[in-house]
């Protein structure tokens, strides 16, 4: 090959990528470069926002407990959120794997179906049921004399953790089916072949090679819960604040953009160190079910 | 007494019958081979002694007890599966203590016999290896001292042997032989090799459409096929349209030019059935041309145009002229060589 190809070939994958590749800079690293500039902005209730560097904003994050008790909050409910789905995704994805043919189907339609469907109109589906005096729920309940008063769910992290985790349950099944699906079909057979019941089955065949598909799951859900918007807009309002509405907050209400911005940055670093660092120690544990 | 009976043993599947009528009974220490094409049943049947799945008529007995009454995990059966299913996050010897664990065998009578099926099979030092750090013929070697490490009563064998290449299905067979032959576990296995159920078997039972074809020695199954289906399936064949004339004495089977003594109890329209390295060139006997000529190092194929349609020879290399393409020649064999069973009319 003469070296003017070879230079031309060499520079081929640039120029096909290129136009990905811009489209990536202009609307996600350029904005987002903006957005941890701005964090370092001035600003004042009269005054506006100042282009000046400054750590007045993290300053601010760092030292009330304001921030921190918000910033807790995010990932308790992330934490909680990733345990219950986990807890009811993965034997949900289990009995799926189990069905035969045409209820098979059906009922990953079920479980996917909800992904077609707005977050804002499910979780208005979960305050329509349960939203004070006027829930569905909660009137029958009260009607009935069960209840004397509306089952505390709006504006509670309970309520919230239910909701996010309703909302993210498709993800997490998807990912355990896909662990499933790598599963020898005859794992189950040779295991009880050798003596072991079915609760040992469970324990130690199938729970251990469909970890790493729990895991994986548990990212997803993790760091879309941490950095959910409708759901916690919805169920929480301003009442029950969690990072994202309270960036959101401070840029729409306070019109505080730096420290909005410097609430996202923040949100952002400690999710992408989260799941950077737990799919390291995933990936290290399970090598041998991995490959 | 047989030590493994199945009675009668079938399996419906909605309307289809998968097996039916099955029969067998095997000695303790034997080697059986079920042989046949996909879908004919004999994995169906594997599955129901192992307790996958259960039979719709019929009983299997192991030592007189029935077998279906128990539970597939207290069977104590060993099986080797065609995907060897391997535990894939435990170690070889994490996969072969895994039966005893469940047998409560104390944990240094554990070590040591885990260590002992390891080296039977030829991997010992490969303890700590994951199952998907090894080869195909390693992982095999762990399934089989996995499933023989629990001292099974039977020893079950899925076509274990179909997902390696040609020269370790070789070497693996000749060391399940042996390794069969040492401790003496009862074995079936299945297969659609006729090659593999030959050259490990006591016994072959071939299975075509859920029944039982034929059961006999490897050699009965080859040279005395009790259908034309057995016949074809062990091994290339030449199956000739003859006729018995019992008119005659003594009474004479014949085939175009060629002809011989009749046997016994058959009359009218017959198929005689002869292996192609049986068949001779000769001065008399089935008239014919050779259309191609083919060499095979140890041997030569012809394949030849008779008036009985096309045939096989094989004729082993021995150095002596063979016949040239085209040229015409008469085809004999001795009459204990073939096999002949009545034919229906069309």
Known sequence: MSAVA?????????????????LFV??????????????????????????????????EIATDPYYAEMFWRTFRIAILTTLLTALLGAPEAYILNRMSGRWKSFFLLVILGPLLISVVARTLGWALLFGGNNGLVNKLLMSLGVMRSPIPFMFTETGMIIALAHVMMPFMVLSVWAALQRLDPQIENAAMSLGAGPATIIRRIIMPQIMPGVLSGAIIVFSL??????????????????????????????LNWPLGAAVATLLLVALVL?????????????AEVFR | MAYLELDRVAKQFGAQTVVDDF???????????????????KTTTLQMIAGFLDPTRGAIRLEGKDLT????????????????????????????????????VPRAERAER??????????????????RRMSGGQQQRVALARALVIKPSVLLLDEPLSNLDAKLREEMQIELRQIQRTIGTTTILVTHDQNEAMSLSDRIVVMSQGKIEQIGTPQETYEKPASAFVSQFLGKTNDFAAAVDRTATPARVTAGSWSAPAPAGLSGPVTVS?????IGFGDAGLSAKIVTRIFQGNHWLFQCDSECGPAIVIRQNDGKAQPAEGEAVRLAWRPEDMSVRARALA
């Open chain 2, 23 to 41: 029969s067998l009974a095997v000695r303790k220490g034997e080697f059986i081979s079920f042989l046949g094409p996909s879908g004919c049943g």
């Open chain 1, 6 to 22: 070879e230079e031309r070939s060499a520079r081929a994958p640039w120029a096909l990528t290129a136009p990905a590749l811009m």
């Open chain 1, 225 to 254: 819960s941490a950095s959910a918007f409708a759901t916690p807009a919805i169920i929480g309002g301003r009442r029950l604040k969690v990072a994202a509405t309270l960036a959101y907050d401070e840029f729409l209400n306070t």
């Open chain 1, 26 to 59: 202009g609307v996600l690293l350029i904005p987002l470069a903006m957005t941890v500039m701005l964090s370092f902005h001035d600003w004042g209730q009269y005054k506006g926002i100042e282009p000046v560097f400054i750590l007045k904003n993290w300053h």
């Open chain 2, 274 to 278: 002869i292996r192609p390295e049986r």
């Open chain 2, 114 to 131: 885990v260590r002992a099926a390891l080296a039977m099979v030829g991997l010992a030092g490969f303890e700590d290896r994951h199952p």
């Open chain 2, 69 to 104: 009454a128990i539970h597939p995990a207290k069977r104590g059966l060993g099986i080797v599966f065609q995907s060897y299913a391997l535990f894939p996050h435990m170690t070889a010897a994490e996969n072969v203590a895994f039966g005893l664990e469940m047998r409560n």
């Open chain 1, 274 to 286: 989260i799941v950077v660092g737990s799919n390291a120690l995933i990936e290290r544990r399970y």
